[in-house]
C-alpha cells in the first residue's frame, strides 16, 4: 500500500500545536542537547562566525552515528577547536571527523563530502557571509546545495540550517525560520509521522518507506507548519522529543514530561500532555 496523508489528523495535529506561543517553542529548543551543544561550544569560541561554520560541517556527516545523537553533540561541543579562519577551522574539523568516538561509520565518505564542499569555498563564504545568511537562511540552503550539487531538501542540508539558526540564537540573535524551508526527516521524524497518524502506511517496514518518501514527509509537515503557525524547522525539536518514545507504552506521559523540563515549566503539563497525545497517537510495534 502507499503512504496516504491523511489531512484529518493533520489539521487535529496542526490546532494542538497551535497551542504553543512563539516563545513556548523558543524555551523547547533552548533546552534541546544539540542547542546546549552549540551555546557550549560558542561560550568557549566566543566567535558566532566559527561557532556557525562548525555546526554547518558537523551537521552534513551527522548521520550512521556510533553513538546517540545527543552524545556526538557532546563531543563535537567539548573537542578544543580553536578560534580561527574558516580554513584553520574547517581542517580542525577533519581532525575531530577522523578521530570522533561517536561518528566511526562510513567516515571516509563522510570526508569526501566536507573535502567536496571546502573545494567549493563555501565554506569562507558561510564564515564570511554569516551575519547576512542568518538574515538569508534560503541562501544558505543555495550556498550548500550548489556546493554539494544535490537539490536541498536532503535530511543533513536541511539539518544544517535548523544548526546554523541555532549558532545564530546561541549568539544573541533572534531570527524566524521562513516557513517554507522543509524539516529534516531522519527516523524519529518519520516514526512521528506514523504515530500521529498524519501519514498512513501498512507495511512492515514504514519508516524505511517514509524515509525514502521524504518529501511526502516535509510536504504533510508543511501543512501542520501552516495551521498551527510555526516554521517546521522550529517543529523539528518538537518531533525529536516525541520521536524517542514511539515504541514505550508510557510514551505520552514521558514526551509531555520532557516537553515541560525542556521549556523549564514555560509549557504547561495539560499543554504538553495535549501535544504528546496527538503527536503519539499510535505507538509504533
Excluded at 550556498?143 to 539558526?165: H, P, Q, S
Aim: glycine letters at 6%; aromatic letters at 8%; hydrophobic letters at 40%.
Amino acid at each position: 500500500m502507499a503512504l496516504k496523508v491523511l489531512y484529518g489528523r493533520i489539521a487535529v495535529v496542526g490546532r494542538v500545536l497551535s497551542l504553543l506561543s512563539v516563545d513556548d517553542v523558543l524555551a523547547i529548543e533552548e533546552g534541546d542537547p544539540q542547542f546546549q551543544s552549540l551555546r557550549e561550544l560558542y561560550m568557549r569560541l566566543g566567535d558566532c562566525n566559527a561557532t556557525a561554520l562548525l555546526a554547518v560541517l558537523n551537521s552534513l556527516v551527522s548521520y550512521r552515528l556510533s553513538s546517540r545523537g545527543e552524545d556526538y553533540w557532546m563531543e563535537f561541543s567539548r573537542h578544543p577547536f580553536k578560534p580561527g579562519n574558516p580554513d584553520d577551522l574547517a581542517g580542525e574539523f577533519m581532525d575531530f571527523l577522523a578521530n570522533s568516538k561517536c561518528n566511526k561509520l562510513l567516515r571516509d565518505v563522510k570526508a569526501l563530502r566536507i573535502r567536496k564542499l571546502l573545494n567549493s569555498k563555501a565554506h569562507v563564504e558561510i564564515y564570511v557571509r554569516f551575519h547576512d545568511l542568518l538574515r538569508d537562511l534560503k541562501g544558505l540552503r543555495e550556498v550548500i546545495r550548489r556546493a554539494l550539487n544535490v537539490e536541498g531538501d536532503e535530511k543533513t542540508v536541511v539539518f544544517a540550517i535548523k544548526m546554523f539558526y541555532y549558532a545564530s540564537r546561541v549568539c544573541g540573535n533572534y531570527i524566524v525560520p521562513p516557513m517554507d524551508i522543509e524539516l529534516p526527516v531522519d527516523r524519529r521524524v518519520a516514526a512521528v509521522s506514523y504515530t500521529s497518524g498524519i501519514i498512513d502506511g501498512e507495511s512492515a517496514m514504514v519508516i524505511e518507506e517514509l524515509m525514502r518518501n521524504h518529501k511526502t514527509v516535509q510536504r504533510a509537515w508543511m501543512e501542520v507548519s501552516r495551521l498551527s503557525n510555526i516554521p517546521s524547522l522550529n517543529l523539528d525539536s518538537i518531533i525529536w522529543i516525541c520521536g524517542k518514545y514511539v515504541r514505550d507504552e508510557d510514551g505520552v506521559s514521558k514526551a509531555s514530561s520532557d516537553l515541560t523540563r525542556y521549556s523549564k515549566g514555560r509549557v504547561s503539563s495539560e499543554t504538553a500532555r495535549a501535544i504528546a497525545s496527538e503527536l503519539l497517537m499510535r505507538r509504533l510495534m
